[in-house]
C-alpha cells in the first residue's frame, strides 16, 4: 500500500526524473563532505606547492583545535534543545582562572587545572539551573552570563596576560610533542570528539538529550526527566569549554584575555552548521567536524592563495551559506 | 432600533445561493441556500466534515467557491472588503500586544498628522467601545496575554462590533463558547444580544444544542456537505436536530463486543474526587478488560483528565489509586513505571520527534534497554521497529525513515506500537483517530480491543461517536471539567452519546458509579 500523497508526488515527477532526484537526495547528507572535498581540491590546484603540504596542514590542525573544542562543547546544550552563549567566555576564564591560580597563588598545575575545569562545569550548572528553573530563554539569559564572565575576564587579567610563574616548560610539553607528527591539541580535539560523540550519540543520555531538542513536551510524556537532563547537558557544555580554555592554556603557555569570546560566532556557526550534514536537521558531533574543517581549510587556503587579508571572513561566510543552501537543494523532503 | 418581529419580514442581509465548492476534486460544499436577516441569529450545526469551516471559510473569503453567489447587503461578496465580521474560533488575537492594538489591527488606528498613533484617542475609542458592549471591565491597554479567557472573547467580539460600525452587516461566530466556562457564557449571550438589537444579522456556529436554542432564532443544519434543513427554533426539537445532524433515525445499539464480565474485577485503576486544572472531583474506575469511551466538548476537561492519570499534571486534590493503592504520580515516567501509557492527543506537539527515524520514535520511551556493554545497539532497535512495522502494517516498512515522512495513520500506528510493547496495564488514547485514514483507525482499533482481550484497561477519548458505539463497554460523559453522565450497555449508541455530550437528554444511566 502506497500513501495518497506518495503516489501524487511520483506522479508528478517525470518518469525519467525520478533516479537522478533519488540519487541526489539520498546524497544530500554527504553535500558538505562533498563541498570539503572541492575545497581542498580547488586550493591545491590552486596553490600546488603550499597548500597541500604537512606544514600548511598543522597550521589548519592546531588553529582548528580550539574553535573545534569550543564548537563541540556548544553543540551539547545545543542537542538538547538550549544555546548556551556564555561558553567562550567561560574558556576564558577557565584558562585564566588556571594561570592565575599557578601565578599568583602557586598552585601546581594538576590542581590549577583541576579547580578550574570544576569552576567552568559549575558556570554551565548555573546556567543550566536559571534556564530550566526558571524557564527563561536561555540564549538571552546566556548572553547575559557571558557579559558578567567578560567583566570577571577583565578583572581577572587587568586586559594583560598572565606568564610570570606558569611552568612553561610542562606546558610546552603538554602543546608542542607531535606523537605519529599530529600536534598534541588536535590529539585533543580528536579525542574530545569522540568521547562527545559516544556520549551523544551511543548512551541512553545522549539520546534522551537529543528527544528533548527534537520536541521537549513528547520527551516529557514518553517519561524523560527533561529539566534534570538539561542541566546535565549545561554541565557537560561548561566543562567542554573548561577542556577547550586548559587546551588553549597548554599552546599559548600564558593565560590569555582576548582567546575566546571572539569564538562565540564561529562556534555557534559550526555548531549549526553540523545539522546540515550526514544526520539532516539534528546536530551531531560527525557534522560539526566537517564544518569547522571547512571553514579552516579555507582560511588557511586563502592565505596561501595570497588573497588579501579580510578575504577569510567574506569566504567563510559564503561558505556556510553555500553548505546550507547547497543541502536544502539536495533534500527532498521539506 | 427596536427588536424586529418575525412577523415581519426583516431585510435580507446575507444571501447565500446555490454555492458549491470543491478541494482537490472533492466536492465539499453542495448547493447551499442560506440567509440571514438583520436582528437575527441564525444557527449553522454540523458534526465534523459536515461543512461548517469550509462555508465560513467561503464567506471570508478565504477560499473562492466555483458556483453560486453570495451577496451582502445587495452587494456581491469581495474578498477582505470588510463586509462581513468575524469571530474566529481560536479568536484570532495576538497576545503580546493590548486590547487596543489588536482591535485597530484589523480596523485602523486613529492616527495624526504624520500617521503617528494617537495613544489617547486610541484608548478612548476602544474603552467606549468596551463599555457599549458592557465590559468597561477590560481596560483597553491591558495585554491580551493578562486577560482570562472570558475576556478574550469579548475582545474579538469587540473589534467584530468595531467592524460592524465601520460598515460590516453580518458577523460570524464560529464557536465563541469554546473556552467559556457555563456561566460566563450568559454573559457573552448579553453583549451578542444588544448587537443583534442593533440590527445586525449573525451566524451563530455551535455544537451546543442547548445554546442554539436559547441564543438563535433560526437553525440550518450542515450534514456531508449538504444543507440538510433550514427551520424556526420554536418549530425545532433539540432530538430531531440532532437526528438531523447524524443523518439517520435514532436506532436500537447495534449487538458488539463480547459482554464484559467485569462485575467481579477490582477496579486496576480508581479516582476519588480528583481535582486538577479544570478537573472537579471526578470519581472513575477502570477495570482490566475495558474499554472505555470519555467523550466530552471541547473544553470540557478530557485531555486534562488524561493528563492526570499519566502524571503529566499534579493533581490539587483528590486521589488517583492503582490496584487499590493511593499512588502519586510526580511524572509522567513514574505513571510509566507503573503501566500506564498515554497516546497524545496532538502527535506532533507532544507525541512524536518528527525529524528523527521511526525506529528512534519507537525506542524513545525506554531507549535503556538498547544500551548493552556501553553501547546503544542500533541494530536492535531495527530490528525491533521492523517486528513492529510487520505486526501494525506500518508503510512504508522503513525503520530508519524519518518520522515526519510518514502519514497520520502511520505515525499513530507507532506510536500505538510504542506503548503496546509496554503491555500496559492502562493505556489512554486522547482522538487516537485525528488524521488518521479509515484503514489505519481500523487497525489501531483493532489492537485496542486485542489489548483489553489480554486484561488492558483502555481509556478512549473520541468525537467519533459510532466508533465508541462499536468499541465500548462504557461511556462515561464529561461537562466543565465534571463527569455529568455515564452510559452502560444497550444504552451505548450514538445518538444517545451526542445527546449527552452536547449536555441535553437525561439518560438514564446503567449504573451508579
Known amino acids: 500500500m502506497t500513501s495518497a500523497n506518495e503516489t501524487l508526488n511520483d506522479l508528478s515527477l517525470k518518469t525519467s526524473e525520478i533516479p537522478r532526484k533519488k540519487r541526489l537526495t539520498q546524497m544530500a547528507p554527504y553535500g558538505m563532505v562533498i563541498l570539503l572535498a572541492a575545497e581542498i581540491l580547488m586550493f591545491s590546484l590552486l596553490a600546488p606547492k603550499t597548500f597541500p603540504t604537512t606544514a ?55 590542581p590549577a587545572v583541576g579547580a578550574s575545569l570544576t569552576l567552568a562545569t559549575l558556570i554551565g550548572l548555573i546556567n543550566g539551573f536559571l534556564v530550566v528553573r526558571f524557564k527563561v530563554p536561555s540564549l538571552i539569559t546566556t548572553l547575559g552570563t557571558f557579559t558578567i564572565l567578560i567583566a570577571v575576564i577583565t578583572g581577572l587579567a587587568s586586559g594583560r596576560v598572565i606568564e610570570d610563574g606558569l611552568p612553561a616548560d610542562t606546558l610546552a610539553m603538554l602543546s608542542e610533542p607531535k606523537p605519529l ?8 580535539l580528536a579525542v574530545t570528539a569522540f568521547v562527545v560523540w559516544y556520549i551523544t550519540e551511543q548512551t541512553p543520555v545522549g539520546r534522551h538529550w537529543k528527544a528533548i ?106 561558505t556556510l551559506i553555500a553548505a546550507l543552501v547547497v543541502v536544502r537543494l539536495m533534500r527532498s523532503d521539506r | 432600533m427596536t427588536t424586529i418581529s418575525h412577523a415581519v419580514p426583516a431585510t435580507t442581509l446575507l444571501e447565500v445561493q446555490n454555492l458549491s465548492k470543491s478541494l482537490v476534486g472533492v466536492q465539499i460544499l453542495k448547493d447551499i441556500n442560506f440567509s440571514v436577516r438583520s436582528g437575527e441569529v441564525h444557527a449553522l450545526m454540523g458534526g465534523n466534515g459536515a461543512g461548517k469551516s469550509t462555508l465560513i471559510k467561503c464567506l471570508s473569503g478565504y477560499w473562492s467557491f466555483e458556483a453560486g ?11 477582505n472588503a470588510g463586509q462581513i465580521a468575524f469571530v474566529q474560533q481560536d479568536l484570532g488575537l495576538v497576545p503580546s500586544l493590548s486590547v487596543s492594538e489588536n482591535i485597530s489591527l484589523s480596523n485602523g488606528f486613529e492616527t495624526g498628522l504624520f500617521q503617528n498613533i494617537k495613544w489617547k484617542e486610541q484608548a478612548d475609542v476602544v474603552g467606549a467601545l468596551l463599555s457599549d458592549l458592557g465590559h468597561s471591565d477590560i481596560h483597553p491597554e491591558s495585554k491580551i496575554r493578562d486577560l482570562n479567557p472570558v475576556q478574550r472573547t469579548i475582545v474579538a467580539v469587540a473589534r467584530a462590533a468595531q467592524s460592524l460600525r465601520q460598515g460590516a452587516k453580518v458577523l460570524v461566530l464560529d464557536e465563541p463558547t469554546a473556552s467559556l466556562p457555563v456561566d460566563e457564557i450568559d454573559r457573552l449571550f448579553g453583549t451578542l444580544n444588544r448587537l443583534r438589537e442593533t440590527g445586525v444579522g449573525m451566524i451563530y456556529v455551535s455544537h451546543h444544542l442547548s445554546e442554539v436554542f436559547e441564543l438563535s432564532d433560526r437553525i440550518s443544519v450542515l450534514r ?50 480528583l481535582c486538577g486544572s479544570r478537573i472537579q472531583d471526578v470519581d472513575l474506575d477502570l477495570h482490566p478488560g475495558e474499554i472505555v469511551g470519555l467523550v466530552g ?111 497520520g ?15 500496559p496495564k492502562v493505556l489512554i488514547c486522547d482522538q487516537p483517530d485525528i488524521g488518521v485514514d479509515i484503514g489505519a483507525k481500523q487497525a489501531i482499533y483493532q489492537s485496542l480491543q486485542e489489548e483489553a482481550a489480554k486484561g488492558a484497561s483502555i481509556l478512549i477519548i473520541s468525537n467519533q461517536y459510532d466508533d465508541l458505539e462499536a468499541l465500548c463497554h462504557r461511556v462515561v460523559v464529561m461537562q466543565g471539567g465534571r463527569l455529568v453522565n455515564e452510559l452502560t450497555g444497550e444504552n451505548i449508541n450514538e445518538h444517545n452519546i451526542s445527546v449527552a455530550a452536547l449536555g441535553g437528554g437525561a439518560i438514564v444511566s446503567g449504573a451508579a458509579s
Open chain 2, 224 to 273: 456531508g456537505g449538504g444543507l440538510v434543513s433550514t427551520q424556526k427554533v420554536s418549530d425545532a426539537t433539540e432530538d430531531h436536530i440532532v437526528e438531523q445532524m447524524l443523518g439517520q433515525k435514532v436506532q436500537k445499539a447495534k449487538t458488539k463486543k463480547d459482554a464484559l464480565r467485569l462485575v467481579e474485577t477490582q477496579p486496576v485503576l480508581s479516582t476519588k474526587k
Open chain 1, 56 to 110: 600548511s596542514m598543522n597550521v589548519v590542525a592546531n588553529s582548528s583545535a580550539i574553535l573545534g573544542l569550543i564548537t563541540l562543547a556548544l553543540l551539547v546544550p545545543l542537542i538538547a534543545g538550549e544555546i548556551d552563549a556564555s561558553l567562550p567566555a567561560v574558556l576564558t576564564v577557565t584558562s585564566l582562572t588556571a594561570a592565575s591560580l599557578m601565578s599568583h597563588y602557586s598552585w601546581a598545575l594538576v
Open chain 1, 181 to 188: 607528527g599530529l600536534p598534541l591539541p588536535l590529539i585533543y
Open chain 1, 213 to 318: 531538542g527534537s520536541s521537549e513536551p513528547s520527551a516529557r510524556m514518553v517519561g524523560i526527566k527533561t529539566g534534570r537532563l538539561q542541566l546535565m547537558a549545561f554541565a557537560f557544555g561548561g566543562f567542554l569549554a573548561g577542556i577547550a580554555g586548559t587546551v588553549q592554556l597548554f599552546r599559548a603557555q600564558l593565560g590569555s584575555p582576548n582567546v575566546g569570546p571572539d569564538l562565540l560566532f564561529p562556534g555557534l556557526t559550526a555548531a549549526f552548521l553540523s545539522a546540515a550534514a550526514f544526520k539532516l536537521g539534528v546536530y551531531n558531533v560527525r557534522g560539526a567536524i566537517v564544518a569547522i574543517a571547512l571553514v579552516q581549510f579555507g582560511i588557511t587556503g586563502l592565505i596561501l592563495t595570497g588573497a588579501p587579508y579580510w578575504s577569510d571572513q567574506i569566504f567563510t561566510g559564503c
Open chain 2, 409 to 423: 495513520g502511520n505515525q499513530q500506528k507507532a506510536i500505538l506500537a510504542k506503548w503496546v510493547r509496554m503491555a
Open chain 2, 69 to 79: 453567489s453570495v451577496t451582502v447587503g445587495g452587494q456581491p461578496l469581495e474578498p
Open chain 2, 297 to 407: 466538548l471541547q473544553g470540557a476537561g478530557c485531555t486534562e483528565l488524561a493528563e492526570l492519570l499519566f502524571g503529566a499534571q499534579i493533581p490539587s486534590a483528590g486521589e488517583i489509586a492503582l490496584n487499590g493503592k493511593p499512588i502519586a504520580f510526580q511524572h509522567p515516567a513514574d505513571a510509566m513505571r507503573a503501566g500506564i501509557g498515554l497516546i497524545t492527543e496532538d502527535r506532533h506537539v507532544n507525541g512524536s520527534f518528527l525529524e528523527h527515524d521511526l525506529s528512534e520514535n519507537m525506542a524513545a520511551s525506554d531507549i535503556r534497554r538498547f544500551f548493552k556493554a556501553g553501547w546503544l545497539s542500533k541494530k536492535a532497535e531495527v530490528a525491533e521497529a521492523s517486528d513492529h512495522i510487520e505486526r501494525f502494517g506500518i508503510v512504508p516498512q522503513e525503520a530508519d525513515r524519518k518520522f515526519a515522512a510518514f502519514s
